[in-house]
């Protein structure tokens, strides 16, 4: 298993005295790249997924999330690409789906069948990524009104869209199986996150 699918990523801004815990498949890329244009100094970290949290003393925190269900959705596709190194690696030889077998709903029961610290971090349950107390959360439906509350705080400015997958709504995707099959395993998300299910 590829060092990703055990770890999460942290991102420091000493100048901003801002850390940002990677939220992936909700706006991650555009966030770092945002703040990154505002500090000349950036250190970020692949931190192990058994590590506790340490959150730096005066610093602000923050993280990105998205509707699990949508977050899925977004990650197939993003794995399908060959260009998305090891999402695209789990999903055809971790995950065993190539050719005709690459189908949502197989892609659906093959990674609630792994243990969450066993997944690529596209698919990791988001609630492993930061920790709960979190002081912002940035939601991926509201990204740039969220976005801008944080910018204002901060004094940074607009934020770009970085790696939009392209696809139908993602409640066209489910069957009511496989809603249900990733209702339970992203348990934790939903109620964390507050998304109604």
Known sequence: MSK??????????????????????SGG?????????????????WVDLKE????????????SCRNPLDR????????????CGPSSYFLHHELGLKGNKCTFTNFIHAITEHKPHNLNWHIIPQTHLSPEDVDYVIRYEHLQEDWAN??????????PHKNQ????????????????????????????FGYEL
Not at 52 to 63: I, L, M, Q, V, Y
Not at 150 to 159: P, Q, R, T
Not at 166 to 182: A, G, L, N, R, W
């Open 150 to 159: 944080l910018g204002s705080k901060f004094n940074i400015g607009e934020l």
């Open 4 to 25: 990703i699918g055990h770890s999460r990523w942290q991102y420091d801004y000493p100048p901003l005295k801002l850390t940002y815990y990677f939220g992936t498949k």
């Open 165 to 192: 997958s392209q696809h139908e709504p993602y409640m066209t995707y489910y069957t009511k199986e496989t809603y249900d099959i990733v209702v339970e395993y992203y348990n934790c998300d939903f109620v964390r």
């Open 72 to 83: 899925l959705v977004s990650a197939f596709h993003s794995a399908q690409n060959p260009d």
């Open 52 to 63: 506790p949290f340490k959150k730096n003393s005066g610093w602000f925190s923050a993280t």
């Open 29 to 45: 890329t555009s966030i770092c790249q945002a703040l990154g244009v505002h500090c000349s100094v950036v250190n970020n970290k």
